[in-house]
């Protein structure tokens, strides 16, 4: 018997649709040592002999000593069984501190009232209740008492067994502040190695066992877990140990001086669903799914929305990546667009910002700052001339790195800009900057010890202005200092409905009505209408003209030619 047990004890994940309140749990403990092995095999022997009769065998067994060896419950989810010791400690109201144990004072009540609980070794723990949390780290993870396996639990499950118990001690009398510092800007590696836990909101539930010797049922020190059932808000459940399944049961052995072997077996006694429920029950979720994919149909809409013809939509998300090679430390950015002719942006639409200040980190021989800073922008191309069929200048960002010392001084680092792209799509472009520099020592020291530089009053004289009108824009005497560089992501989509093709059809159009006369293309269809009329007219008075017995003939050999 010895070699006839089941050693895989590991959890076991399942996953259902069905609530988790529906489990149910068969659990059957039985002990296999000691006097009920003795009672066994003394009986066995009577049992084969039948001349002797059962006189020696109702002298060493009787229905008690029976019925406390073995046990057998079906357990819910969730659903409390009150062990000896819980219903001594229970039965004071002075023991009870919290309202759940107030509550359990009143069903304790209640059994005792009534005929009494229907458990006799077997009891659970609930998510509820405080022993769940305080259970000794050998029971809840240690697999010797269920086997004969040598295992030692990782370090990441040491850590996991007090995550919950660390939450409680941690909070204060109001609950309100916790002790410990919310953010630690300088880990170490023990702390990180510490930290280093998996904490996910998990509903737990133990069936424990009362292992004592008869009569000695109510002690702490015999408690026993047996099974652990934890669950979460997405259908996944997760049973320690398995269910058996058919396969040997497992084997428990109580700690002390006898040593006691018990026989756990484990099945899941669920109540399965029957055929037409689980029809039913497809078609429900079929059907929910319908409304949820009409409702999200009603709320996006079943057509892109276009803008008129002639007109080109350009939504650009970008972000500032990073920045590098600047002096100074702790850089911010302050950008803004600039709409050539013929572009317009919607009347909310933001066309500047500001990013976070950042510090820089060093990488290779290389400064780095990395901002991660998103933004969007919107605007809109209408053409005045229809038989443009490209697009002669498009928005541009005009952007100025700074930096900000703990004097709050702040200096200028460098200008640049970044002429949004022509093509849709995704783009990764680095801008190169400058800035005015200023000769002389005096100028050196403002900068290093109070901040301040020369600044350009206009920034678009980054690049040649879009109000320039003159055919060269001389810097002659500027002096300028290349610094460092900025780093975009762009995705960047355009939208027209037949742009190009709208600007030839209307060329065609036009070509057309010239060659009709020269007629206008807004009073086109009316021009038509009236010249329809006169040439009308002039058919009739002409068919006046005619003399009546020319008209006469001419009906008559209508008529015989159709005939």
């Known amino acids: 018997m010895a070699d006839c047990w089941n050693t895989d004890t590991g959890e076991a994940?399942?996953?259902?649709?069905?609530?988790?309140?529906?489990?149910?749990?068969?659990?059957?403990?039985?002990?296999?040592?000691?006097?009920?092995?003795?009672?066994?095999?003394?009986?066995?022997?009577?049992?084969?002999?039948?001349?002797?009769?059962?006189?020696?065998?109702?002298?060493?067994?009787?229905?008690?000593?029976?019925?406390?060896?073995?046990?057998?419950?079906?357990?819910?989810?969730?659903?409390?069984?009150?062990?000896?010791?819980?219903?001594?400690?229970?039965?004071?109201?002075?023991?009870?501190?919290?309202?759940?144990?107030?509550?359990?004072?009143?069903?304790?009540?209640?059994?005792?009232?009534?005929?009494?609980?229907?458990?006799?070794?077997?009891?659970?723990?609930?998510?509820?209740?405080?022993?769940?949390?305080?259970?000794?780290?050998?029971?809840?993870?240690?697999?010797?008492?269920?086997?004969?396996?040598?295992?030692?639990?990782?370090?990441?499950?040491?850590?996991?067994?007090?995550?919950?118990?660390?939450?409680?001690?941690?909070?204060?009398?109001?609950?309100?502040?916790?002790?410990?510092?919310?953010?630690?800007?300088?880990?170490?590696?023990?702390?990180?190695?510490?930290?280093?836990?998996?904490?996910?909101?998990?509903?737990?539930?133990?069936?424990?066992?009362?292992?004592?010797?008869?009569?000695?049922?109510?002690?702490?020190?015999?408690?026993?877990?047996?099974?652990?059932?934890?669950?979460?808000?997405?259908?996944?459940?997760?049973?320690?140990?398995?269910?058996?399944?058919?396969?040997?049961?497992?084997r428990i052995v109580t700690e002390g001086e006898k040593r006691e072997v018990w026989r756990l077996t484990v099945e899941n006694v669920s109540t399965t669903m029957k055929p037409e429920e689980k029809d039913r029950e497809q078609n429900m979720y079929k059907d929910l799914y319908v409304r949820h994919k009409e409702y999200l149909t009603s709320l996006v809409g079943q057509d892109f929305e276009m803008p008129p013809v002639g007109i080109l939509r350009y939504l650009m998300n970008g972000e500032i990546v990073s920045a590098k090679g600047f002096e100074y430390d702790n850089l911010y950015i302050h950008f803004f667009m600039e709409l050539p002719n013929n572009w317009s942006s919607l009347p909310f639409q933001s066309l500047s910002g500001v990013t976070q200040t950042c510090r820089t980190k060093t990488l290779g021989k290389e400064n780095v700052a990395f901002f991660s800073y998103p933004f969007s922008f919107e605007a809109f191309y209408m053409s005045e001339k229809e038989s443009e069929e490209s697009i002669p200048q498009w928005p541009v960002l005009y952007f100025k790195v700074l930096s900000l010392d703990s004097w709050q001084c702040y200096r200028t680092e460098g200008y640049g800009y970044l002429l949004f792209p022509a093509m849709p799509g995704k783009h990764t472009i680095t801008c190169h900057t400058w800035r005015p520099l200023q000769t002389g020592t005096v100028s050196a020291l403002r900068r290093f010890f109070i901040g301040g530089s020369p600044e350009l009053e206009d920034h678009s004289y980054v690049r040649i202005p879009g109000t320039f009108k003159g055919e060269r824009l001389s810097r002659f005497g500027f002096c300028t200092e290349t610094t460092g560089s900025v780093t975009f992501n762009l995705h960047c989509i355009q939208q027209a409905k037949s742009f190009v093709d709208a600007a030839k059809m209307k060329k065609r159009r036009q070509k057309v009505f010239d060659h009709l006369g020269g007629f206008s293309q807004e009073g086109a269809v009316c021009t038509i209408l009236e010249a329809f009329q006169r040439a009308r007219r002039k058919m009739q008075e002409a068919r006046e003209s005619l003399p009546r017995d020319l008209v006469t003939t001419t009906s008559q050999l209508q008529i015989e030619s159709s005939a």
């Open 13 to 250: 994940v399942y996953r259902s649709r069905d609530a988790v309140k529906n489990l149910k749990i068969k659990v059957r403990i039985e002990r296999v040592t000691s006097t009920a092995a003795l009672s066994q095999h003394l009986q066995q022997e009577v049992l084969s002999q039948q001349d002797r009769g059962a006189i020696e065998l109702e002298t060493l067994t009787s229905q008690g000593q029976t019925g406390d060896n073995e046990e057998e419950l079906v357990v819910g989810w969730q659903e409390k069984l009150f062990s000896q010791y819980e219903m001594e400690l229970f039965q004071n109201e002075s023991a009870c501190q919290t309202p759940l144990d107030r509550q359990y004072h009143t069903e304790v009540k209640a059994l005792n009232r009534a005929k009494g609980r229907r458990n006799h070794r077997i009891f659970t723990y609930t998510d509820h209740d405080r022993y769940t949390n305080c259970l000794p780290f050998h029971q809840l993870h240690s697999t010797d008492l269920l086997t004969t396996t040598k295992s030692s639990p990782t370090f990441l499950a040491e850590r996991m067994a007090s995550v919950r118990h660390r939450r409680q001690d941690r909070r204060t009398m109001d609950c309100s502040i916790p002790k410990s510092k919310i953010i630690n800007w300088e880990p170490t590696e023990e702390f990180v190695k510490n930290s280093h836990v998996v904490n996910n909101s998990m509903q737990t539930m133990h069936i424990m066992g009362d292992l004592g010797p008869s009569g000695r049922l109510g002690q702490k020190e015999n408690e026993s877990l047996l099974v652990t059932i934890k669950t979460d808000g997405t259908g996944t459940v997760i049973v320690k140990p398995d269910f058996n399944k058919g396969k040997e049961p497992y």
